[in-house]
DNA sequence: AGAGAATACAGTGTATACACTTAAATGCAA
DNA sequence: TTGCATTTAAGTGTATACACTGTATTCTCT
């Protein structure tokens, strides 16, 4: 998503779309639960028509879906759907492993491992963000816009569901220790070992993971969360 | 004046990303050409309201660039980003190989088969677009919609440039025996073989690629085509 | 004629208003 | 009370209208 669909009025910064995606991505937007378009407007003060360019552009993005009846959804993944992106998160990141090892600089190298100690004592929620920040530079540094942007997508639709494994399956403590290896590794120029980190990154996470999709996979109750995401998009916008 | 007066109808609304989509894929509008929002909504016979939902879902999907200005342009890809998709198709097609063979039954080789030898003798705008829906059909295939979604992405992408490669660079006959060699890998549930075909039909694709990259690349004259994009959208829709 | 200022234009962003669809709520009859 | 028809509400799709921006074009003055 290098495309900023930012609007011609520079004033009016918070792009919608990127507060959307956000919103879902750390799970403030629950799985399953509608999306009104009204609402969403009200919330960020604005009319139905960026809000419906937003949603639209998400959609594209796979991470809001159009019903039959025409009302969006954040997009609910099935337990095998679930599988598939993590299995190819973890084909992508290997595949930009010899990119990374190739042009990380040792400046590179450093500003990430300061990341990864900075992250060390971070409880869930914070030490999440920090994940994602991680390997979005991880994968910067492998210059491939292209790769890195389908890589990006897949991390986001399966952040909320992972963001659960770190706070209920305990997966943080183990994916934090293998990320210092991944460090050691960059240092190192072993590109077959960040490969393989990276691939058992994901193969762990994918394990633990098959168990919480499937709880989440459920039908979500509509009611319970009727008008929620217009609350949580001014609790979002108000921090 | 036409018959339909079903506006807010869901049958009509995909319709608009859709045919941008596909004369996109298809070479009509070229890279680089501006959308003028204004000339899409008339050829179409819409406002431009719907038609910026559109532009934001093929921006999303990286198809369509909006520059600084706020003016949308169909995204025109750099040599060094052309050679990128072609790898990342190349990873993706030959990960999806084993499930493909796994999963394809009797019937769906035969209907492939029949798909391949059809196509065996028609000429260059006629042959890309089975191709296209050949390989799509084998993704399909592979059960993994994700995986799928995203090599059909990378397949739109970078179709324009294929097409000339087979127009331009006489790859058509070579492309189409190592489709007939694809089959009979799957006929003989040889996945290896069958990934094997399919690296190296994004390899020969992408060297003989790069060359004519290099040259489209090159800024669009904007003058010239400042209109085309209504023309061609209107035939298109005629037809 | 040429340089600079004022104007017209082309294009975008978005708020408002209205048509349509579906589902829930309401009311009435049995 | 239950079943059904009718009305109401909620939500979406889109056309129109207006405000803003940058650019080209024209006009004026020297």
Redesign the interface.
């Given at each position: 998503?290098e495309?900023?669909?930012?609007?011609?009025r520079a004033g009016q910064r918070p792009a919608i779309?990127e507060v959307l995606r956000e919103s879902i991505r750390q799970g403030m937007l629950a799985p399953g639960q509608p999306l009104i378009q009204a609402s969403i407007a009200e919330a960020m003060g604005v009319s139905r028509?960026p809000v419906?360019?937003?949603l639209?552009?998400?959609?594209?993005?796979?991470l809001v879906t159009f019903g039959?009846d025409?009302g969006a959804r954040v997009t609910a993944l099935a337990p095998e759907?679930v599988d598939?992106?993590w299995t190819?998160r973890a084909?992508?990141e290997s595949?930009m492993a010899p990119a990374i090892v190739r042009t990380a600089t040792p400046a590179d190298v450093a500003a990430l491992r300061e990341l990864v100690v900075a992250m060390d004592d971070l409880e869930a929620t914070a030490w999440s963000d920090r994940n994602f920040t991680f390997h979005q530079e991880l994968h910067r540094l492998a210059e491939?816009?292209?790769?890195a942007?389908?890589t990006g997508?897949?991390l986001t639709?399966i952040e909320p569901y992972s963001r659960v494994a770190v706070t209920v399956l305990q997966e943080q403590s183990e994916a934090q220790a293998e990320h210092h290896q991944m460090i050691e590794a960059l240092a190192a120029d072993d590109s077959d070992e960040l490969a393989r980190l990276l691939l058992h990154h994901s193969h762990r996470a994918r394990m633990a993971l098959l168990a919480y999709a499937a709880e989440t996979a459920k039908p979500v109750d509509p009611q319970a969360v009727a008008t929620a995401a217009a609350r949580s998009l001014a609790d979002h916008l108000g921090a």
């Amino acid at each position: 998503m290098e495309v900023s669909i930012d609007s011609g009025r520079a004033g009016q910064r918070p792009a919608i779309a990127e507060v959307l995606r956000e919103s879902i991505r750390q799970g403030m937007l629950a799985p399953g639960q509608p999306l009104i378009q009204a609402s969403i407007a009200e919330a960020m003060g604005v009319s139905r028509i960026p809000v419906r360019e937003a949603l639209h552009a998400l959609a594209a993005e796979g991470l809001v879906t159009f019903g039959e009846d025409g009302g969006a959804r954040v997009t609910a993944l099935a337990p095998e759907e679930v599988d598939e992106l993590w299995t190819l998160r973890a084909l992508l990141e290997s595949h930009m492993a010899p990119a990374i090892v190739r042009t990380a600089t040792p400046a590179d190298v450093a500003a990430l491992r300061e990341l990864v100690v900075a992250m060390d004592d971070l409880e869930a929620t914070a030490w999440s963000d920090r994940n994602f920040t991680f390997h979005q530079e991880l994968h910067r540094l492998a210059e491939m816009p292209h790769v890195a942007d389908a890589t990006g997508r897949v991390l986001t639709m399966i952040e909320p569901y992972s963001r659960v494994a770190v706070t209920v399956l305990q997966e943080q403590s183990e994916a934090q220790a293998e990320h210092h290896q991944m460090i050691e590794a960059l240092a190192a120029d072993d590109s077959d070992e960040l490969a393989r980190l990276l691939l058992h990154h994901s193969h762990r996470a994918r394990m633990a993971l098959l168990a919480y999709a499937a709880e989440t996979a459920k039908p979500v109750d509509p009611q319970a969360v009727a008008t929620a995401a217009a609350r949580s998009l001014a609790d979002h916008l108000g921090a």
